[in-house]
């Protein structure tokens, strides 16, 4: 099993809405990302998690709240959205964090389209 | 810091080559190059280590020069299949093992 899969595909919430987006993978690797894409621009990183623990916060706005139950799931959970937070939400993972030196590539998942009204 | 990717969109008929740059201001560990078709997650292409390096993947090849802190990415005799946004990847050495990706480039092949 060579994927990274991301629920839901689509989300619609509005500002008062509390969701949470939801990404898997079952490689066995070590580090997750939380990447951010709008329309025709370059993923944006959010957050990284290194075995389980919160290694980098891009200074992302509290709204925005990361977790990593296990080595296999990281979940984003959504509360108080602006519209303008409305993007691709895209989940990566690697074997482990990036090093400079280990040539560590990332899998990336399918993304959630989230729109905020 | 964004790396720069040049140009911005390019337009091919098959079997025509083209050439994709990626320059850094910074000093960087490593250079990486994706794929991105249109609703569709980014696929990795290659990822080039050392300065002068360069890596092949079918006929997409990539450099790296270290000293200047660019990278190129070669697409040759191109297929339909190449077309796809393509986005350099950039790990600086200060920059705590963060990868930055540069604006994109779109690609569109023609029969």
């Known amino acids: 099993d060579t994927e990274v899969t991301q629920t839901p595909k689509h989300l619609v919430m509005g500002m008062t809405n509390k969701k949470s987006l939801k990404c898997e993978q079952h490689?066995?690797?070590?580090?997750m990302y939380w990447y951010k894409q709008k329309a025709k621009k370059p993923p944006e990183l959010m957050f990284v998690?290194?075995?389980?623990?919160?290694?980098i916060n891009e200074s992302v706005p509290s709204r925005f709240s990361p977790e990593c139950p296990n080595s296999s799931l990281l979940n984003l959970h959504l509360h108080a959205l602006q519209p303008e937070d409305s993007a691709l939400y895209l989940c990566?993972?690697?074997?482990?964090?990036?090093?400079?030196?280990?040539?560590?590539?990332?899998?990336f998942g399918s993304g959630t389209q989230l729109s905020v009204l | 810091q964004q790396p720069v990717q040049s140009p911005q969109a390019v337009i091919l008929r098959e079997g025509e080559d083209a050439v994709i740059n990626c320059s850094s201001s910074?000093?960087?560990?490593?250079v990486h190059w994706y794929r991105q078709k249109h609703g569709e997650a980014p696929v990795f292409l290659m990822i080039?280590?050392?300065?002068?390096e360069q890596k092949g993947h079918d006929k997409i090849s990539a450099s790296f020069n270290e000293k200047k802190q660019q990278s190129s990415l070669y697409l040759t005799a191109s297929q339909l299949s190449y077309s796809g946004t393509y986005f350099c990847?950039?790990?600086?050495?200060?920059?705590?093992?963060?990868?930055?990706f540069g604006g994109g480039t779109r690609v569109l092949v023609k029969p």
């Open positions: 990566a993972s690697s074997h482990h964090h990036l090093t400079g030196t280990a040539g560590e590539k990332l899998f």
């Open positions: 490689m066995g690797h070590r580090a």
């Open positions: 998690y290194s075995y389980e623990k919160l290694s």
């Open positions: 910074k000093a960087l560990y490593s």
């Open positions: 080039l280590l050392k300065g002068g």
């Open positions: 990847g950039t790990e600086p050495r200060a920059a705590g093992n963060k990868l930055t």
